[in-house]
C-alpha cells in the first residue's frame, strides 16, 4: 500500500451539490430557478453557495435584491467548474455505452411548449433517460442568448 502524504489528510473538498448549485445560479441568473432546477428551496441554494463561500475564503457571488450575480473570482471559478462537472458527467456515464446523457437545455416559446413539446417529452425521456432535460421559457432576447443553450425553439 503506498504511502499517503500528510497533507492529503487535510484537504477538503466541496460538495457536488454546492458546485453544482452554482453553476446553476451562473448559467440561470436567480436563485429562485437555480432551485426550481435543483427541486429544493432558494433558502437551500443560498445556503449551500455560503457555505461554499466559506470554505474557499471568497466572494463567488452578489446579491442587489432579487438579482444575483457572480463576482469576478465567481466567474473564473464556475468556468473551472463546468469543466469539472462535464468530466464527472462523462465518468458516470454507463461504461462502453453509447447511450446520451447530459444536460440537453431547451427554452421554448410558451405556445410551443404548451402543446407540442409537453406532448412528446415524456416519449423522449423514455427512451433517452440519462439525458437532464432543462427546459426554461425565456421571451427576453438577450436572456435566451447569454443563456447556454442547446436548442432554442421559437
Not at 489528510?9 to 441568473?29: D, F, H, K, N, W
Not at 446523457?101 to 413539446?117: D, E, V
Request: hydrophobic share 40%; aromatic share 6%; with cysteine.
Amino acid at each position: 500500500m503506498a504511502k499517503r502524504d500528510a497533507s492529503d489528510a487535510r484537504r477538503v473538498y466541496p460538495s457536488m451539490t454546492a458546485l453544482r448549485m452554482l453553476e446553476a445560479v451562473s448559467r440561470l441568473g436567480s436563485l429562485h430557478k437555480a432551485s426550481e432546477a435543483m427541486f429544493v428551496t432558494p433558502s437551500a441554494v443560498s445556503h449551500q453557495l455560503r457555505n461554499l463561500e466559506q470554505m474557499l475564503g471568497v466572494k463567488l457571488i452578489s446579491r442587489a435584491g432579487r438579482k444575483v450575480e457572480l463576482t469576478s473570482a465567481g466567474n473564473r471559478y464556475v468556468q473551472d467548474i463546468r469543466k469539472a462537472l462535464e468530466i464527472v458527467e462523462r465518468a458516470n456515464a454507463p461504461l462502453g455505452g453509447s447511450e446520451p446523457f447530459g444536460p440537453l437545455r431547451i427554452n421554448c416559446a410558451s405556445g410551443l411548449g404548451s402543446y407540442w413539446l409537453a406532448y412528446h417529452i415524456t416519449e423522449f425521456l423514455d427512451l433517452f433517460p440519462n439525458i437532464d432535460l432543462e427546459i426554461t421559457n425565456e421571451t427576453d432576447r438577450s436572456d435566451i442568448l447569454n443563456v447556454r443553450r442547446h436548442l432554442i425553439l421559437q
